[in-house]
């Protein structure tokens, strides 16, 4: 066993038992309930007078635990409305659940003020954000992706989970991965990873940054806290509530291909 799978299973090994109880198969990310939320499906319809929507990306095991505390967390002063976005994240692989996603990205920005959405993504559901808006012209729609304990350059986790095409994209150097590291000149949009130097589930924690000279992106440790605990952080909703404030203001008038900071 490798160095990196030898600390993934030590960090396993701490985790609460309740969660420890799923097996090794499970906690790949943490990788292993099927994606809870809505049937895959349309958006719901928008007010015609709403905010920049905020649609926010499942995980593959957070259920109701980590999204929906998150998103009243994060509702009010004027930001929203909030979409849970119903990918199957159990589908065949990311670049479908990518496509997926922006089936519902563009018609809530239809529905929205201007033309921009923002996506906040959790573990797996930062990654098909990511690869929504750099591989396939999400970032004409998408100004801001806010990326939470996602593996960006694979887990040591991944290479002890079940071979299902989806958990083996999450390995370091898989094909998709290696995708995502070609040069991406013309991506617009902004993003801003938190990763915490304590996730069981993103092995070795610097895997949890975004490290691409063409994409412009700020990374945000968090010490200290774990996979399910960083998107609940104090400080952490503080900082997206300050982000969201933030492009109310700048993307509300201004589509986000328009060269607006």
Known sequence: MGV???????????????????G??????????????????????????????????????????????????LRGDGVGPFIQVACNAFGPDIRTAARSLGDQVEPACAHGTGRAAIVIGYSLGGLIARYYVQRLGGDAYVPLVITLATPHGGTATALLAPAHPLLRQLRPGSELLTELAEPA????????AFYSDLDEAVIPAAR????????????????????????LHRPVIAEIRALLAAAQVTFAVCPPDSGSP
């Open 24 to 73: 090794v198969g499970q906690l790949t990310g943490l990788l292993g309930r099927a994606l809870h939320g809505r049937p895959a499906g349309p958006a719901d319809p928008l007010p015609p007078d709403s905010g920049i929507p905020v649609l926010l990306v499942h995980g593959l095991a957070d259920g109701a635990s980590v999204v929906p505390p998150l998103e009243r967390e």
């Open 208 to 231: 949890g940054r975004i490290d691409h000279p063409d994409l412009k992106a700020r990374n945000v440790l968090v010490p200290g806290v774990g996979h399910l605990t960083l998107p």
């Open 4 to 22: 990196e799978a030898s600390r993934a299973v030590v960090r396993l090994a701490r985790l609460p038992l309740d969660i420890a109880a799923e």
């Open 185 to 192: 000149p013309g991506c617009h949009t902004r993003f801003v």
